[in-house]
């Protein structure tokens, strides 16, 4: 009975947050971490429906117990705190104690070198899969977001003989912005095209004709040993290395806070290496 009732909340829940204009990504995350909390809640003898800040707080102390990184755990937090406000029950989330995230901003993200861009480049050729290529050289020259390449439609891309775009309609925060799209891409891309027989408006397809999904885009990228945001900060870690200025890459990649565009111009793991080996041969 308990389960069901915690279902017609979480059912509540999630279409307050599509009238709210929440991207689907954001509310998958919240859905699964909030049904995770109502399995425990309902396994330690508590109800969905009246929190307290004891189920609370016992449940961040269980979340530590189990391991969990302290980043994990404030994003856990964060949907609980969606769900207590949407409960009208601000008061059960206040001054709970969490681990702290301790951010470290002195090293840029992880991206790849230019050898292993150009060893990715070359493999995925080789394959001779328009659509994996087109996939490849798309990430690696808009520096897209996985969630923004599968909603693309065709409609979406612009391509003229000199010049080309993307509009990213559903970026992150509902933010839409348009990317240019260099020649290269534009070559793999128009190929890829050529390549379908269909009129399904998805600008990538999967093998069963239906708008591909983030899922087969990664085990796509997996195949030559990458993921999508190691690609998407290749993108900004080349701009930032051409001397493009931050306001530039913040807004070509869609970032809401300049700060984390700013971790572009700290120096990448293979950069510290170099330097220390540097100063210590001399």
């Known amino acids: 009975m308990a389960e069901k009732s915690d279902a017609k909340v979480l059912a509540g829940l999630v279409q307050h947050l599509e009238s709210d204009g929440c991207s689907p990504g954001t509310i998958k995350n919240y859905t699964r971490s909030m049904r995770e909390f109502a399995a425990w809640l309902r396994h330690s003898d508590g109800d969905l429906t009246r ?11 269980a979340l530590e117990q189990k391991g969990n990184a302290a980043a994990t755990i404030e994003n856990k937090f964060a949907a609980l705190s969606v769900l207590a406000r949407y409960l009208d029950a601000s008061h059960v989330i206040q001054n709970i104690r969490r681990p702290v995230v301790r951010k470290s901003r002195s090293i ?4 790849l070198e ?10 995925v050729e080789r394959t001779k899969n328009p659509r994996a290529i087109a996939i490849m050289y798309l990430f690696l020259y808009s520096g897209l977001r996985v969630s923004e390449m599968v909603a693309l439609d065709r409609t979406d ?9 993307i509009c990213v309609r559903k ?14 891409a534009r070559l793999h891309l128009r190929q890829y095209l050529a390549s379908r027989t269909d009129d399904h408006p998805a600008l990538f397809l999967s093998h069963y004709q239906r708008r591909i ?6 085990r ?10 190691q690609l998407r900060h290749t993108y900004c870690r080349e701009l930032v290395g051409a001397g493009v200025d931050i306001a530039t890459v913040a807004e070509l990649a869609g970032h809401a806070d300049i700060n984390v565009t700013r971790r572009y111009a700290k120096p990448s793991p293979g950069e510290l290496e170099k330097a220390i080996e540097k100063a210590f041969s001399q």
Not at 157 to 165: L, N, Q
Not at 171 to 184: D, H, M, Q, S, Y
């Open 114 to 123: 230019r050898h292993e861009r150009n060893r990715v480049l070359r493999d």
């Open 157 to 165: 891309v612009a391509m003229g003989e000199r010049s080309g775009s």
């Open 51 to 61: 929190l307290t800040r004891v189920d609370v707080q016992q449940y961040i102390y």
């Open 171 to 184: 970026g992150k925060g509902n933010v839409a912005r348009t990317v240019p799209l260099p020649i290269e």
């Open 213 to 218: 999904s983030v899922r087969s885009v990664q």
């Open 108 to 111: 840029a993200p992880k991206s």
């Open 220 to 229: 796509i990228l997996a195949k030559f040993g990458v993921h999508p945001h």
